[in-house]
């Protein structure tokens, strides 16, 4: 290698003269160099626009991580409202809570009380039917006796003293005979369903033994009485017959001047017991005497227009009641009365094919 110096001369460099091959191949590794730069270089270039998108990527990845926290930030805000709204709903539970326990404290002590009363009640009612029994049978002897001598005194010495006696004595008579009458009736109204026999009854044929009663009086007012088609129901048939005789010679009773009595008999089954009415054409009751008519002894009518103790409605009352049923009635004055009545129908009853309508 040569250079020029001071005055034009050349100078070589100390040491042999390089050879041309060796050039070459110092040309080429410079140019391998270059081109493995080249390609180092375009790794690099590669390898940053990769991390230029991951950082894109990343951004973006943020900025959706920045959207979920902002969003997950404001359902942690509703859950807190929503948190403190069951927490004030809790609250108001156990508010709720308290009132109940102490209305239900309240009520079992009212129901304690009503049951000491309903038991009182019970006592009391059975001391008194057992009162109305004894009093009533052990009166009817000597109301027999004094009925008896009064009728011998008006036998005796009617028209022997004068008009002012034998009204007198008539007076004592009719009072000892209507004494005689209610004792009877208020023995009757006791005895009525004491001692309930539990058997399956046949209620049309019941019925038809009922209406044989009533043939006279039928045929007397040119009445007509029918029944559509009875079930079989487990019930006393004594006590049955008695609510069915009461209500209907009350319907052939209570007529309407100049009308020939109706008096049609029916039942069905209505969600698990049976509903029997007896319907008429008569006089009608008043509703204003509705919460009267069951009631023992209470009348509607005086004697003069129709006779009785105004205990029949009563006995059906008790006795119905007693064989777990109710006894209501619908009525148009001038139109007729539909008394009704339901008892349990009962499922063994109801089972027995051979004996229902």
């Not at 009445?223 to 088609?229: F, K, Q, Y």
Request: proline share 3%.
């Amino acid at each position: 290698m040569t250079w020029e110096g001071d005055g034009g001369r050349t100078s070589a460099l100390s040491g042999p003269e390089p050879e041309p091959t060796s050039s070459v191949a110092y040309a080429r590794a410079i140019l391998n160099i270059l081109e493995d730069s080249s390609g180092e270089k375009a790794q690099l270039q590669a390898t940053q626009k990769a991390m230029l998108n991951i950082l894109g990527d990343f951004s973006d990845e943020k900025a959706r991580l920045g959207s979920v926290q902002k969003a997950i930030l404001n359902i942690l805000d509703d859950f807190g409202a929503e948190k403190a709204r069951l927490e004030a709903t809790q609250k108001a539970m156990l508010n709720l809570l308290e009132d109940f326990d102490v209305e239900k404290n309240k009520v079992a002590s009212a129901n304690l009380a009503l049951e000491g009363r309903t038991e009182e009640l019970t006592r009391s009612n059975a001391e008194l039917e057992q009162f109305a029994y004894v009093a009533s049978h052990d009166l009817q002897e000597p109301l027999r006796m004094v009925s008896a001598y009064v009728q011998l005194l008006e036998k005796r010495y009617k028209g022997h003293i004068d008009a002012q006696a034998d009204k007198y004595i008539h007076y004592a008579v009719d009072g000892a005979k209507r004494m005689e009458s209610l004792i009877g009736a208020l023995l009757e109204y006791s005895r009525a369903g004491r001692e309930l026999q539990q058997e399956f009854v046949d209620t049309g044929l019941l019925l038809d033994g009922v209406l044989a009663t009533f043939k006279d009086v039928v045929e007397e007012h040119h009445g007509l009485v029918t029944r559509d088609a009875m079930p079989t129901i487990p019930c006393d048939s004594a006590q049955l017959a008695r609510v069915f005789q009461n209500l209907i010679g009350n319907a052939l009773k209570f007529v309407r001047q100049g009308v020939a009595p109706r008096v049609h008999i029916s039942a069905k089954r209505v969600d698990g017991r049976y509903l029997f009415s007896v319907a008429d054409n008569g006089i009608g009751i008043d509703p204003a005497f509705s919460d009267r008519i069951f009631v023992i002894f209470q009348r509607l009518h005086t004697r003069a227009e129709f006779p009785g103790t105004g205990i029949g409605l009563a006995i059906c009352k008790k006795i119905v009641e007693r064989l777990g049923g109710q006894i209501w009635f619908e009525s148009e004055t001038d139109k007729g009365t539909t008394f009704f009545f339901e008892l349990p129908a009962g499922e063994q009853a109801w089972a027995r094919p051979d004996r229902s309508p």
